[in-house]
Structures are given as structure tokens and as C-alpha cells.
């Protein structure tokens, strides 16, 4: 069965460092999205990415975040100078082209900031 | 903004038994609902959804009930079972976004089940 696959599975950086998250989302999918849980949190929408822009963000992705689609088959976020409160799990999802089609979640990548 | 509630940290229900998660919400806006379950160190997995345009849907042993006019939904498990052990997420979508469906999922806090032999 297609699944969402994210690596790392864990990054430790330093606060003020740049961390590139990476995933891969199920090959015929057209929305990707990333969330993050906060340990003991929620988990938060973060943003949503359809027809190479962005469709919608929260509160949360500020100008520190971006999410790039490379190439056919990569999806990245990327925190450009990480803070301590960024530390969290980071969820990728991928959803087919159905409004009510399901989102698909990866296993996470846990960053954690030092 | 707790537009999505999951009232209930911990749930302990015996083997065999049905489970009974619930989930409130405030955002007339949602039209969708869905179910994830979440194991430790994994990603959350798809368990079953439900449109705001109907009150049951049911798959295998898992059935969603939706009321719209109390703005609550719940998650039946019938016969709950020891793989059933988790942490239940309720999530909503909004159906206002004229985007397509990039909709981002709001969540609760989530619910742990615990299923007793």
C-alpha cells in the first residue's frame, strides 16, 4: 500500500541553524500539507501546498518557514534559523484530487533544537 | 481557539466491549470530520470519516455518529480489541475554502484508549 515517507526520522540542531525537513508524498497526490505537534500539544496545521504555491498557512508558518516541491516526487519545509520552540514531531500528509479525499500522514521527523 | 474538543484525556474500556470517543466542535464551517489513530513515535493513521451531510457512516467495527445541530461527533468501536490501544484524534475541515480541498485539518487533543483484557 502507498504510504507518506519522511526522513529524517530525527534531526538535532543548534538554535539559529537552518533544517531542511524532507518527505515524500504518495505519487499521485496533488495536496501536501505539513503539521507539527508540540510534545504533550495538538497536532497543528502548519501549511498546505497545491499546483506548486501555497494554498493556505497558519499563524504559525512565519517568514522563518518555506516549503519547496523540488522535483516530481520530493516535498520540503524548511526553518531557516530554528528557534527552541520549534522542537516538535513534523507531520508530512498528501491528499488525492477529491474535495473529501483522505489525508495521508508520514511517520513524522522529530526535531529537536539545543 | 479550541474549535475542535476531545473532552476526555483517557478512556479505559474492557476487551470485547464497545469504545465510545467523543468530539465537539465550534466551527460552523466544517464540513468534514475524520478519525485518526496514533501510535507512539508514528505518523497518525486514517481510521474513517464522515460529510457534514450525513449522521452515520460505518466501516467494519468502527462507526461514526455526527449531530449538527449539538456540533458533536463519536467514534463507536464494536468489539473493542487490544491492537485497539492508541491515541484517537478527532479532526474537522473547513468547507468554505474555495481552494479545491487544501484545507488544512484542525485536531483536538486527542483521546488515549485503553483497552483492558
Known amino acids: 500500500e502507498p504510504e507518506v515517507t519522511q526522513t529524517p526520522s530525527h534531526q538535532v540542531t543548534q538554535m539559529g541553524q537552518e533544517v531542511i525537513l524532507r518527505c515524500v508524498p504518495i505519487s499521485n497526490h496533488l495536496y501536501f500539507y505539513w503539521y507539527r505537534q508540540i510534545l504533550g500539544q495538538k497536532v497543528e496545521f502548519l501549511v498546505s501546498f497545491y499546483n506548486n504555491e501555497i494554498s493556505e498557512k497558519s499563524e504559525i508558518f512565519d517568514d522563518q518557514f518555506s516549503v519547496e516541491r523540488p522535483d516530481g516526487s520530493n516535498f520540503t519545509l524548511k526553518i531557516r534559523s530554528t528557534k527552541l520552540e520549534d522542537s516538535a514531531m513534523y507531520f508530512c500528509?498528501?491528499?488525492?484530487?477529491?474535495?473529501?479525499?483522505?489525508?495521508?500522514f508520514g511517520p513524522g521527523t522529530r526535531l529537536t533544537v539545543l | 481557539d479550541q474549535q475542535v474538543k476531545q473532552n476526555s484525556p483517557s478512556l479505559s474500556v474492557q476487551e470485547g466491549r464497545i469504545s465510545i470517543l467523543n468530539c465537539d466542535y465550534t466551527?460552523?464551517?466544517?464540513?468534514?470530520f475524520l478519525w485518526y489513530k496514533k501510535y507512539p513515535a508514528e505518523g497518525p493513521t486514517f481510521l474513517i470519516s464522515?460529510?457534514?451531510?450525513?449522521d452515520k457512516n460505518e466501516d467494519g467495527r468502527f462507526t461514526v455518529f455526527l449531530n449538527k445541530s449539538a456540533k458533536h461527533l463519536s467514534l463507536h468501536i464494536v468489539p473493542s480489541q487490544p491492537g485497539d490501544s492508541a491515541v484517537y484524534f478527532c479532526?474537522?475541515?473547513?468547507?468554505?475554502?474555495?481552494?479545491?480541498?487544501?484545507?488544512?485539518?484542525?485536531f483536538g487533543k486527542g483521546t488515549h484508549l485503553i483497552i483492558q483484557p
Open positions: 500528509a498528501s491528499k488525492g484530487q477529491g474535495r473529501t479525499d483522505t489525508q495521508y
Open positions: 466551527n460552523s464551517m466544517f464540513d468534514y
Open positions: 464522515i460529510s457534514s451531510i450525513k
Open positions: 479532526a474537522a475541515r473547513r468547507g468554505h475554502y474555495s481552494g479545491g480541498g487544501a484545507d488544512g485539518l484542525t
